[in-house]
């Protein structure tokens, strides 16, 4: 017969399967051991048998095979519109790219799928995230403007730096209020306290919300809690040398440095102003954050969480949907009428 190693797992030439079926027929063993010893799979034998006993030896002949359906493959539309979405807009991650496209009716995909895409054509930078040690003892927030973040950071400016005052939102990640000062005072911080107080119509409230800041000489100033005592505003402290306490506002700052700040160089800070108001402003408005399931922080301060995430829901399935019907289009179209699925139809062919 000329055959070498085992038959198990190969397509076989039409006479080579006729051969082995008249062997396995007229040898004195079993089906079950003939087949063993042939190393050949007795459910094989039996097919290939009544095949041939139906159709003749035409019907031992292997039928090509057919493309597998993959009913929710991104169509190959989609697939462009992530990749001239990600080379428009380079300074943007996979998520915030998936967020956008999503939002704006262009594709609708999983964050892995657009990342997958993203990778292969080279158009992603890898991220590495240091994970904190501290987690008990951080503050959370349950609703919005129930605790404030307060904190400040350093910008270049010219040939010195200014300094960057920031109020955050604990569960929306708002920006609040914010400064770009020549100094860091108590009476600065005040000064952008007072401000998002009043523009949210605080004075007017009993319940104010709680101010949380690092163990900075501003933030223990005797007159920066006596601000606070007059307005009836609680005043908490992180704890000694923990500064993940403050991570959510110390990761602002890392998303504006990183977005604004570092690829900048202030003349004065007129420009730094301009330049860290507008992003603040896309921040806020347009620029989907991780941490609150990837809506905006204006989003989640207003209570649009659960319709964001029910018309997320609905364009998802839509999508699928539309790339099932798609997708076995084009596999129709491109597969003959006459060819049927078979199982094992990739394999070698022993001649």
Not at 24 to 52: H, T
């Amino acid at each position: 017969m000329g055959l070498l190693g085992p038959i198990s797992g190969y397509r076989l030439d039409v006479h080579l399967k006729k051969e082995l079926i008249d062997i396995i027929e007229n040898c004195l063993l079993p089906a079950k051991r003939a087949s063993q010893v042939l190393g050949l799979k007795l459910k094989r034998f039996y097919r290939w048998r009544k095949d041939c006993t139906l159709f003749g030896v035409d019907g031992l002949v292997d039928e090509k095979p057919i493309a597998k359906v993959i009913p929710n493959k991104l169509l190959t539309e989609e697939e462009e519109a992530i990749y001239e979405y990600a080379r428009l807009h380079p300074k943007q991650r996979h998520r915030e790219i998936q967020f956008n496209l999503d939002r704006g009716g262009l594709a609708t995909a999983s964050f892995s799928s657009v990342y997958r895409r993203l990778k292969k054509k080279g158009l992603i930078k890898e991220h590495h995230l240091k994970i904190s040690k501290h987690k008990k003892g951080r503050p959370t927030a349950t609703y919005a403007h129930e605790i404030w973040l307060v904190d400040i950071t350093f910008v270049p400016v010219g040939n010195g730096f200014w300094y960057l005052i920031a109020v955050i939102d604990l569960y929306s990640r708002y920006i609040e209020g914010s400064d770009l000062s020549a100094t860091m005072t108590s009476k600065d911080v005040q000064k952008v306290i007072d401000f998002a107080l009043l523009q949210y119509g605080f004075y007017e409230k009993e319940d104010k919300p709680k101010i949380h800041s690092d163990n900075g000489s501003q933030m223990k100033a005797k007159s920066f809690k006596a601000f606070l005592k007059d307005l009836g505003i609680l005043n908490e402290y992180s704890r000694p040398h923990v500064p993940e306490d403050q991570a959510v506002l110390e990761r602002f700052f890392r998303t504006i440095k990183q977005g604004e700040v570092y690829h900048q160089e202030y003349e004065n800070h007129y420009q730094a102003k301009d330049g860290i108001s507008e992003f603040i402003n896309y921040y806020n408005h347009r620029r989907p954050h991780q941490g609150i399931g990837f809506i905006t922080p204006y989003e989640k301060l207003t209570g649009q969480k659960e319709r964001i995430f029910k018309e997320r829901k609905t364009r998802a399935i839509v999508a699928q949907e539309m790339r099932k019907i798609m997708n076995r289009r084009e596999i129709n179209t491109d597969t003959s009428e006459e060819m049927t699925p078979v199982k094992n139809r990739n394999k070698k062919i022993f001649v």
